[in-house]
């Protein structure tokens, strides 16, 4: 008991001496506000005591470092209006750290408080402060989104929007008189699309498309954040939707074809096409995924017949030369199946060979990286035409690749 009783006493007795330590760190960092230097140093002083949890509630830790930070900020801010040089992410970092360390003092002493009447001394004074430069958060938003740091930028814009929620800021009322909130949900929404958080990029869509001039890029965030979280029915009409907004913007209309494709679902991929077509029947990339489910359907002359004008529009579109050179070569194979030994059939099938032949050269001239479209056509259509160099070129290309996927 004795023992207990001793270092119980040696206990109390302490407490005056770190009470004196403490006040004479928070004075010398006082002090180094006052002076305007080193105010690094006394942004660390006070960051250093914070470390020790039992002087979390101490208000004058709080407010002596806000302090610090804030008149750092403020020669910054001063710097940037004479135009000298300045440390630009140090002045957006100091004004998100004031923001910070205000909500959380309020966050303390709301606990602390027994009566709704409770007011700080500080309040009416910082808040108004930090209401006159919240801007600056909006801005940090964009610079480091610029910067393609996307995460920082995140932090920015999500801050800037939760003040409207906060009590520290209730008398601004920033929900209902911002008109820079849609913006920034756009700028929250764009960050978390880059940094693949699908749950985020959900939640500032419904205020981010109040930004009419990003509307589609909206949508085609929303919808590829569907498509990460595997959610195809929220994924398809997000599409929709966005192709009912802005049917000339290249996103939603192939992905909408390709879901109904890859879903098996002809006819609402053909019955798509027809209705974009009703839009701009002369849109190529509409005309072309008509070409495209005419070919699957064994529509062939139909399918060439857009490609041909495709491509005399637009002699670039390599595509469209595929699709010409397969629909031949396809009609070919199904006269092949149909029919062995009839001499004229048999011509007939070259005939068709030859048609596609040119087609698919083109295409492995402009894309010989992608011999996943053309060799093995070419080497049908070589083996059936007896061209036998080209023949021996293309089956050892075959063969070579074959074991390279052999070796892997």
């Not at 756009?186 to 498309?209: D, F, R, S």
């Not at 919808?223 to 595997?230: G, P, Q, S, T």
């Not at 139909?302 to 397969?326: F, H, M």
Request: hydrophobic letters at 35%; charged letters at 25%; one cysteine or more.
């Amino acid at each position: 008991m004795k023992r207990h009783a001793l270092l119980l006493m040696l206990a109390l007795l302490s407490i005056p001496f770190h009470l004196s330590a403490q006040k004479k760190v928070i004075q010398q960092a006082q002090q180094l506000i006052k002076t305007g230097k080193e105010l690094e140093k006394a942004e660390k002083l006070m960051t250093d005591l914070l470390k020790d949890t039992s002087n979390i509630a101490n208000t004058k830790i709080h407010l002596t470092l806000f302090e610090a930070v804030k008149k750092q900020y403020e020669q910054g801010n001063e710097k940037l209006y004479l135009k000298q040089t300045y440390d630009t992410t140090a002045l957006f970092n100091n004004t998100l750290k004031m923001f910070t360390i205000l909500e959380r003092l309020d966050s303390i002493e709301t606990q602390q408080s027994t009566t709704q009447k409770h007011k700080s001394k500080w309040r009416d004074r910082d808040v108004a402060f930090l209401h006159s430069f919240r801007r600056n958060l909006l801005n940090g938003g964009r610079f480091f989104s610029r910067k393609q740091q996307y995460q920082r930028a995140y932090t920015f814009y999500t801050h800037y929007l939760n003040t409207a929620k906060h009590p520290l800021f209730k008398q601004y009322q920033y929900a209902t008189t911002d008109s820079l909130m849609p913006g920034a949900a756009y700028g929250a929404m764009y960050c978390a699309y880059k940094l693949q958080q699908p749950h985020n990029v959900l939640t500032y869509a419904p205020m981010a498309e109040q930004v009419k001039r990003r509307t589609e890029y909206v949508y085609q965030f929303e919808a590829e954040a569907y498509h990460l979280l595997n959610d195809t029915t929220n994924y398809l009409k997000t599409l929709l939707k966005g192709f009912k907004h802005s049917p000339q913007f290249v996103y939603f209309f192939p992905r909408i074809v390709d879901h109904y494709i890859d879903t098996r679902q002809n006819d609402k991929a053909i019955a798509f096409v027809d209705q974009a077509l009703l839009i701009d029947s002369l849109n190529p990339t509409f005309r072309f995924a008509q070409s495209t489910l005419l070919l699957n359907s064994g529509q062939y002359e139909q399918c060439i017949d857009i490609c041909e004008d495709l491509i005399a529009a637009n002699d670039s579109l390599i595509d469209a030369y595929y699709n010409i050179g397969l629909a031949y070569f396809n009609e070919a194979i199904s006269l092949d199946k149909q029919v062995q030994n009839q001499r004229s059939r048999r011509e007939a099938i070259s005939q068709l060979y030859k048609k596609s032949l040119p087609f698919m050269q083109k295409v492995r001239e402009e894309q010989p990286n992608q011999p996943e479209k053309w060799a093995q056509v070419l080497y049908t259509i070589y083996l059936n035409l007896n061209m036998g160099n080209e023949f021996d070129e293309i089956n050892a290309l075959l063969s070579r690749k074959k074991t390279t996927a052999n070796n892997h």
